[in-house]
């Protein structure tokens, strides 16, 4: 049996350190291949190219690795790396080390959560890891609690169509407690704006997180388990139908005798 192979990819761009201290933490788990957008594409979400071509070209980076620079999204990497840039299709997809947490709301705007939702579109098992904020980023040290992740999500033989999405607490306050499995919290965040003007007199505006309203408060979601120290593990589904409503709607819409089956 050929040894496993795993995509690594990213939203921060194919120059980001976070993405080269997740391959080289990777290497002793299987052969590794590199594809990443060619800048970076924080809150770039599920968006792909399609009105016009992408450009890839290989590219050295973090000193000793080489992998393909695309010119569009992190759905875009993965999506022309599994069809057209790996040598064979990858057995696992693995996107990060994302510079700041991807929980809660955010995994709706996150391209690093992006990205491995779109491995499991294509029926590869996928992992999205982010190293929360504070204290400066180090992703070496967070490569090795990736590295241990993903070895034992392996050794569990998690299956086409499975994403998780893991985020690692800053190491300011040291080491991780431990790991919990998690839901998604949904509390809102509190966004707010910060209005300037250009030289014309034109007004324009910075977005701006104020603070969240009580998500922190929650222990046992991925938001209040990461504040508390715990490196958090979603499983995410991206079938977005509102099942439990089906029902309720099809009773309560007036029907069309012409659309009826």
Request: glycine content about 12%; aromatic content about 6%; proline content about 8%.
């Amino acid at each position: 049996m050929p040894p496993m192979r795993i995509l690594v990819t990213n939203d921060d761009g194919i120059l980001a350190p976070g993405i080269a201290a997740l391959a080289r933490a990777l290497r002793p788990l299987g052969e590794i291949d590199v594809a990443a957008p060619a800048s970076g594409q924080s809150g770039a979400a599920h968006a792909i190219t399609f009105m016009a071509p992408l450009i890839a070209e290989r590219v050295a980076f973090g000193g000793d690795l080489t992998g393909w620079s695309v010119d569009g999204s992190p759905a875009d990497s993965v999506k022309l790396a599994v069809r057209e840039l790996c040598e064979r299709p990858p057995d696992l997809v693995v996107s990060g080390i994302n510079a700041g947490a991807n929980r809660g709301i955010d995994v709706i705007y996150s391209g690093t959560v992006a990205a491995a939702v779109e491995a499991a579109f294509i029926g590869i098992p996928s992992l999205a890891i982010s190293l929360q904020a504070g204290g400066g980023f180090d992703f070496e040290r967070a490569g090795t609690h990736a590295r241990a992740i993903v070895e034992r999500a392996i050794e569990l033989g998690i299956g086409p169509g499975t994403v998780l999405n893991v985020n690692l607490p800053s190491f300011e306050r040291g080491e991780p407690k431990g790991v919990r499995i998690v839901p998604q919290s949904t509390a809102p965040w509190s966004d707010g704006y910060l209005r300037r003007e250009d030289p014309r007199g034109r007004a324009y505006f910075w977005l701006t997180a104020e603070g969240d309203p009580g998500g922190m408060g929650q222990p046992d979601t991925d938001l209040g388990a990461l504040h508390d120290g715990w490196i958090t593990i979603t499983p995410l589904q991206y079938d977005l139908t509102q099942h439990a409503q089906l029902g309720w709607l099809r009773s309560a819409w007036p029907s069309d005798a012409r659309g009826r089956d």
